[in-house]
């Protein structure tokens, strides 16, 4: 059997800088609901698209209220998306001012309405999957409400952190002893353990690459609960959940990443001015360290698949041409099963069917490769056999460009 030992400090950071990448962001109120299923304490509450159904909410539920933009980022606090409201009048005003607003690029088009709660300490709790550690690793401070990368940076010593080996899942006393860092009072520590016990269950059984309450609050009776909830869900595990995969929200997204999906695309967008467009997760990444290497950026990770058919072609040169930062497209393909003259046609077509500005480099090789290069060079395009030439090629024209 292989042991599970603790993850070291540091290791499991990394996905929490880069959470959007990790899979499907779902909104807090959704989260909520599955913590709630899982027996998680979280305050009532409704969501509400417009002002007058803030209010509404906020008169059902009675008492002070919450009023929070739902959108997938954090720092909503900070960006004035959280708001407490006395009264039901007051909700439908914080609704007014939250819903429509940007936060970090992302138009709010829902608020949830929650009854407000009385906070005595705020802890942070959470559990993703850690790649290093290849197990879920929880992650526990008693410092929370704030951001947990800056805690790990100023005072790692305030996160505890335990790998749990999912051939067992999280046991009992593994569960209490993350509890028992965060309270020192029995009953605290108690109902803390039950909760990060039920967020594991909640985390399996979404499918979740990450599940995240900050904070977990006390109140002045004693109390413990999850005031915010956040959850991603690992893209491959949403085949065998389609109620998990309804609760995607197509307009928190970039449009980019949409498009993609749909058109069965895997894409990342990044910072800079080569568009790629390979086929292979693998030969996508060597593509991108190519770039790099000969002084470039590449402006995105895409893996076109096996597939060459010209719908493909014609929405991965959509999306590239999409981001205004392309100043050159790059293709590097690799014949196997995939047919070079297959792909050469999806290219021609494709630039027949849409206009594209940036210059379209290519390289094929394998596969019908004589035949490919006959198709593109009759159309004008400069087609290589060496992937080194095209990537030089490639950064020469972004660097004009530029
Ligand atoms: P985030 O900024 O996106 O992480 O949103 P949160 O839901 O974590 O809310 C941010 C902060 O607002 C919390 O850390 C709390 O300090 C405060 N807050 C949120 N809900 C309540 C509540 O019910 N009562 C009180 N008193 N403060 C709240
Ligand atoms: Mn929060």
Redesign the pocket.
């Known amino acids: 059997m292989r042991p599970f030992p603790v993850a070291p400090a540091g290791t499991a950071l990394r996905p929490f800088v880069t959470p959007e990448a990790e899979g499907m962001d779902i909104h ?1 109120y959704q989260a909520k609901e599955r913590f709630r299923a899982a027996g998680i304490p979280v ?1 009532s509450g409704r969501v509400a698209t417009t002002p007058e159904e803030a209010e509404e909410i906020a008169a059902d539920l009675g008492g002070p209220v ?1 009023v ?1 933009a739902q959108v997938h ?6 960006a004035g ?2 708001k ?1 409201a006395g009264d039901a009048a007051e909700a439908r005003r914080h609704a007014e001012a939250i819903l429509g607003m940007q936060i970090r690029g992302l138009t709010v088009e829902k608020v949830l309405v ?6 005595e300490t ?1 802890a942070y709790v959470g559990v993703l999957v850690d790649r290093s550690a290849q197990a879920p690793t929880f992650m526990v401070s008693p410092q ?2 704030v951001d947990i990368e800056e805690v790990a940076r100023t005072q790692p010593d305030a996160i505890r952190r335990l790998s749990v080996d999912p051939a067992f899942g999280l046991l009992p006393h593994q569960a209490y002893w993350l509890a028992n860092f965060l309270y020192d009072d029995p009953s605290l520590i108690k109902q803390a353990s039950r909760i990060i016990t039920r967020l594991h269950d909640s985390f399996v059984s979404s499918g979740a690459s990450m599940a995240e309450i ?2 977990l609050i006390t109140t002045p009776s004693g109390e413990v609960k999850a ?2 909830a956040k959850m991603s869900i690992d893209d491959n595990e949403l085949f065998r959940r389609p109620e998990v995969a309804q609760m995607r929200d197509t307009s928190s997204e970039p449009p980019s990443e949409t498009r993609a999906r749909e058109a069965g695309l895997s894409y990342v967008k990044l910072d800079g001015t080569v568009g790629c467009c390979v086929n292979g997760a693998g030969l996508a990444m060597a593509t991108m360290d190519l770039v790099k290497h000969y002084g470039g950026e590449p402006a995105n990770f895409l893996d076109i698949g096996g597939s060459s058919n010209p719908d493909k072609v014609v929405a991965a040169l959509e999306i590239i041409t999409s981001d205004p930062n392309v100043k050159v497209i790059l293709f590097n393909i690799f014949g196997g099963i995939t047919r070079c003259d297959d792909v050469a046609r999806g290219i021609v077509e494709a630039t027949r069917r849409i206009q594209i500005e940036p210059p379209i480099v290519i390289r094929l090789t394998g596969t019908n490769e004589e035949l490919a290069l006959d198709i593109l060079e009759q159309t004008g395009f400069s087609a290589y056999t060496s992937m080194d030439a095209v990537v030089a090629k490639a950064v020469e024209l972004a660097e004009e460009a530029a």
């Open positions: 807090e305050p919450v929070k980022s954090g720092g909503r606090g900070k998306g959280v407490l929650t009854s407000a709660e009385d906070i705020e929370g409400g900050n904070p005031i915010d």
